[in-house]
């Protein structure tokens, strides 16, 4: 920590972490008899609270918020980053955010996570988890105990969630659809990818994408790979037993991220996609936009969804005037030139 900047409170890193206020004091003061992880989960509430010292001012009444995530990191930190950034924006009151983030799809360790929040205690939690029955029952079990979750990018109908925050799915696939037939020449099949069938948020999104390209492009033939956790070395592996297996697919529509790596399994087997549709504007999709190596990018802004989720919760909390309710964000169609200010790329088209 710099010289003349103040370690966090022990109370606030007590609330921060979850533990004992005895744990973080062993911890703090380095005494033994402390398990690794324990340590980790300190050293992570500290940083949690120097990040957001500037965000917030840590005085009266102070509401927590939970992310619970499971998506890839880029997804899941860039999602951190828009919350933190938009905490300022919830004042008067005073919002602090933990974060417990997992690239793994796995509904028992979702599940796990949030009964160990309703344990502990929350003033509210945002969720990106699979849609299945321990997800939604531990969701459940959080609305018992007073906590409200909203489901965030992907949602968890069935759950008893105070809230849904993100774009309409279905929409974003038959857009998907609609820009892949326009820009298309060929008749070939399509490479649809996803991270997790369980992911209700992607399954609304194949569901449009099918339905559209069934109305726009009915002899077209549709290539599924799913179950990669939108994983680079999955992904990678996937998709290389597909593509050379159909050597006349040259588009796609990637549902589930991994896009890096669907590209370099492209180029290394001497071809390039005609037109490759992805979702969520992170630090990868703005690289490959930028080399024009993907042809758009279906966003939604996740610091105004942020903002939406937190001010949810606020109302649920009864903070703020009324209740809950569910809205889509606006999607966004994100190309090379509108992704960057001032004037495109300089890059040759498309081959």
Not at 49 to 61: A, C, I, K, M
Not at 122 to 131: F, N, Q
Not at 238 to 248: F, S, T
Request: glycine share 8%; aromatic share 4%; with cysteine.
């Amino acid at each position: 920590m710099a010289r003349g900047v103040r370690r966090p409170r022990v109370a606030d890193i007590v609330t921060q972490s979850g533990l004992s206020r005895a744990t973080v004091d062993r911890v703090l003061h380095g005494r033994a008899g402390v398990r690794p992880e324990t340590v980790a989960q300190v050293e992570r509430a500290v940083a949690e609270l120097e990040r957001q010292r500037s965000q917030v001012q840590l005085f009266g009444r102070t509401i927590v918020v939970d992310l619970v995530m499971q998506a890839p990191e880029r997804f899941s930190t860039a999602s951190r980053q828009a919350l933190e950034a938009e905490l300022v924006s919830l004042r008067p009151a005073v919002v602090r955010s933990r974060a417990q983030l997992s690239e793994q799809s796995d509904p028992e360790a979702a599940a796990r996570v949030l009964d160990r929040v309703a344990g502990r205690g929350s003033d509210g939690v945002i969720l990106k988890a699979p849609d299945h029955p321990v997800v939604a029952a531990a969701v459940a079990g959080l609305a018992e105990r007073g906590i409200p979750a909203v489901t965030f990018v992907t949602d968890v109908p069935a759950s008893g969630r105070a809230a849904y925050v993100g774009v309409d799915n279905r929409a974003a696939g038959a857009t998907a659809a609609y820009l892949l037939t326009s820009w298309s020449r060929g008749d070939g099949p399509v490479l649809v990818t996803l991270s997790s069938s369980s992911f209700h948020g992607e399954e609304e999104r194949e569901d449009g994408f099918r339905a559209a390209m069934a109305e726009l492009a009915p002899e077209r033939q549709l290539r599924e790979v799913p179950d990669t956790d939108g994983l680079d070395a999955t992904m990678r592996a996937k998709v290389r037993d597909l593509l050379e297996a159909e050597p006349g697919l040259t588009t796609c529509y990637s549902i589930g991220g991994g896009n890096r790596a669907i590209l370099d399994v492209f180029e290394e087997l001497g071809r390039s996609p005609e037109v490759f549709i992805a979702h969520d504007l992170d630090a990868d999709n703005r690289r490959l936009l930028r080399s024009r190596q993907i042809s758009a990018v279906l966003h939604h802004d996740l610091r105004a969804d942020m903002r939406r989720a937190c001010r949810l919760l606020l109302q649920a909390n009864g903070i703020l005037p009324g209740s809950p309710a569910s809205v889509p964000s606006q999607i966004q169609v994100v190309t090379p030139f509108n992704a960057f200010p001032g004037p495109p790329p300089e890059i040759p088209p498309y081959a």
